[in-house]
């Protein structure tokens, strides 16, 4: 009876193998940076058959794969003049903007991954892809002018998720007022000196 009561607390003390496998599995912030890094240069490199590429007087030693094969891929994007010039002309051409659009859709599924920096590096063209429809959308030409459903696919991913990380409150501002004083300015005590200094010496210079 002893002995089975010892073989039967010497196996239960034992660690199950496969839940403390799985633990560190899911833990593990290597393979959690790898499949972060390797996702950032899925996305990268998709562009290659959607961008047209660069002009000849641009940097030759320039590629999307070069980017991608960084431990940063969308941080280097960021960090490309190439990049964004190749990105921005694209958006810019007057085919742009379509519900068939690729680089529409890049985008789009761009920001929707769970990658900061990915969803940076479309936040980063925000100004452009905005102005640019903003200026077709009130065209004189309106009726004849493609659908800018792509660019509308976007702006509204965007404004969700700021809708929902905002959780619906509305962002406010306060501007203070310039006659109280702050950590960037005092008002001015000095504006009676310098006017009677520049009516005296202006009386000085008629009186001469």
Known sequence: MDSNNKNNSSTSSIPHPTTTTTTSTATDPVQSWW???SKARS???S???ILPSLPSSS???????????????ALSFLSSPDAYSLLSSSLSSPSSG?????LCQWLYETYLSSDPNLRL?????LPLLSGTYLSRIHSSESSSAPSLSGFEAVLLAIYSSEVKSRAGKPVTV?????????LYHTPSKQTPQVTASGAFCWGFIRAS
């Open 59 to 73: 940097s030759s030693s320039f590629s999307l794969s070069s980017l991608a094969d960084s431990d940063r891929p």
């Open 47 to 49: 562009l290659s058959s």
């Open 98 to 102: 379509s519900g068939s659009d690729p």
């Open 35 to 37: 499949e972060t890094v």
């Open 121 to 125: 590096v479309v936040l980063s063209f």
């Open 43 to 45: 996305r990268i490199l």
């Open 174 to 182: 306060q501007i203070p007022h310039l006659s109280h004083p702050s």
